[in-house]
């Protein structure tokens, strides 16, 4: 037999043991959403953020190392920045890590 009497006497595991069974898993759960799940994507979207602000003066840390001055926003995806006086390199914008210092924003000229 693979039921002792003991056990099939009691009757089974009522519904009230087996929600307290699982209290500390869900508990578990609920702690790691809290302390790492939810900053991570507060973390996750300020870069998003940080990196839809990029402007041409701006001045950024790249993934690398690199610091460097953005000189032009290719497109959605790519910056040129100035690592150097006349070396300029294509960045993609998602590896940029941090900007150090926002630049005075571009005065277009008017064609009057």
């Known amino acids: 037999m693979l039921i002792t009497p003991a056990y ?3 009757g089974g595991a009522g519904s009230s043991s087996t929600i307290l069974q699982f209290m500390p898993l869900i508990l578990i759960i609920v ?3 809290f302390l790492i799940l939810r900053p991570q994507q507060r ?3 300020q870069h998003q953020e ?5 402007r041409r003066g701006d001045t950024v840390v790249t993934n690398g190392g690199l610091v460097g001055k953005v000189t032009k926003v290719v497109d959605d995806d790519q910056i040129e920045v100035e690592i150097s006086d006349g070396v300029r390199v294509r960045q993609m914008r998602s590896m940029v890590t941090d900007v150090r210092a926002r630049g005075e924003p571009v005065k277009e000229e008017s064609a009057s």
């Not at 940080?50 to 990029?54: D, E």
Request: aromatic share 14%.
């Open 8 to 10: 099939a006497q009691f």
């Open 43 to 45: 973390k996750v979207k």
């Open 50 to 54: 940080m990196i839809k602000a990029l």
């Open 31 to 33: 702690i790691m959403y």
